[in-house]
């Protein structure tokens, strides 16, 4: 079936509880309901969970939901089980299901919010974890000619919050599966140094369900919950620099967190410039840096998206400024021109 919802309020489908309206929602149940939705001429903006979306003001654009929901067990062989889940299955539902099926591969991404599809799309990252690890292959349809297509691995282009169903060129490609191949045999990756310390004080080596319980916790303590004070997790993205700025930043900053990126390039932390750039916990109107983790910017309440956006900007400048490093939103910004060219 294919609802069609005229002036559709968005309140409840952001995370930042922003208050506006799009001029059209549709929201599909199966493959076929979006095969006949094709061909899409007209600009459109496919969401999933609102998790990871600003909208500036109210949308002009047509927007694509899935309701494609469901998880089957493909292939059960030996130390592999491969799934594939409906785009609309929330992910944290998925990563419970995994974890009480005993499948390992993505209880570090527990708690993180969203869809599967939109998991995917932005390759979700966590505690050491990316879900480009598991996934398989990725099915789409095609809008503009009604096709599907399966995408490998290879082929959907993964690297840090990145993916070919980002590119503007590829929007025409709505996911609606997700083929992820989890593990019998459970290995905690405890890559990361917090999550390292935690565990070390326990007696044994933590269970699954331990981990999951775990990452659960460091989540909650460091990031703030979307029910009760509005936000779309990390506002930025950490940039990548080459070898050359980043000894330059070591050298004048010596305590500045930098870890190898996968290109050959240099991550920094964007939280850490946020905070020494003085705007840790700082509110300008209804919006503001979060106190406890300056990559989150936050609706105190009743905030409009260009005041969200106004302390981004703020913050853009002010980190260039001090460290001459430009940060880009991991967010997605929806603009409310019609033509405006929004994504996932
Ligand atoms: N830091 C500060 N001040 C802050 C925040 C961070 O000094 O206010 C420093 C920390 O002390 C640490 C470093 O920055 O040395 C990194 O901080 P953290 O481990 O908290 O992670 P992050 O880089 O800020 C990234 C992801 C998060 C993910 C965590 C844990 C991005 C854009 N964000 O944040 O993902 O949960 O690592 O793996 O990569 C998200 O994408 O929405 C998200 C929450």
């Not at 929201?27 to 999933?48: C, K, Q, T, W």
Request: glycine residues 10%; proline residues 4%.
């Amino acid at each position: 079936m294919i609802a069609n919802i005229p002036h559709a309020p968005l309140l409840g489908r952001n995370t930042f509880g922003i208050d506006a309206t799009a001029r059209e929602l549709i929201e599909y149940d199966s493959v076929d309901d979006l095969r006949s939705l094709a061909p899409m001429r007209e600009p459109f903006i496919h969401i999933g969970g609102g998790s990871n979306l600003l909208f500036a003001g109210d949308c002009g654009t047509t927007l694509l939901h899935s309701r494609i929901f469901g998880v089957d067990v493909i292939d059960d062989r030996g130390d592999y089980v491969t799934v594939r889940a409906g785009a609309a299955v929330v992910w944290d539902d998925f990563v419970g299901w995994a974890v009480a099926s005993r499948l390992a591969g993505v209880e570090n991404l527990s708690l993180i919010p969203g869809e599967t599809g939109s998991a995917a799309v932005q390759n979700i990252g966590a505690y050491g974890s990316e879900v480009k690890d598991v996934i398989d292959s990725v099915d789409t349809v095609d809008m503009l000619t009604g096709e599907t297509r399966r995408f490998t691995k290879e082929e959907c282009g993964y690297g840090y919050r990145r993916s070919v169903f980002k590119r503007s060129d590829m929007k025409r490609y709505v996911i609606t599966h997700v083929t992820m191949r989890l593990s019998r045999r459970f290995t905690p990756n405890l890559s990361y140094g917090a999550l390292r310390e935690l565990t070390e004080s326990m007696t044994m080596s933590p269970s699954l369900s331990d981990m999951r319980h775990i990452v659960i916790r460091m989540r909650r303590s460091k990031l703030p919950d979307p029910a009760t004070l509005g936000n779309a997790g990390s506002f930025f993205t950490n940039p990548i620099v080459d070898r050359d700025t980043a000894a330059r930043l070591k050298a004048e900053y010596p305590s500045m967190p930098q870890y190898a990126a996968d290109d050959g390039g240099v991550k920094l932390s964007a939280g850490w410039m946020i905070e020494r750039a003085g705007w840790k916990g700082r509110t300008v109107g209804h919006a503001g840096v979060y106190d406890r983790q300056a990559l989150v910017i936050v609706n105190h309440g009743g905030a409009t998206g260009d005041e969200v956006i106004a302390v981004a900007r703020a913050v853009i400048s002010d980190v260039e400024k001090m460290f001459g490093v430009t940060l880009t939103p991991e967010v997605n910004i929806i603009m409310n021109s019609r033509t405006s060219s929004c994504s996932n």
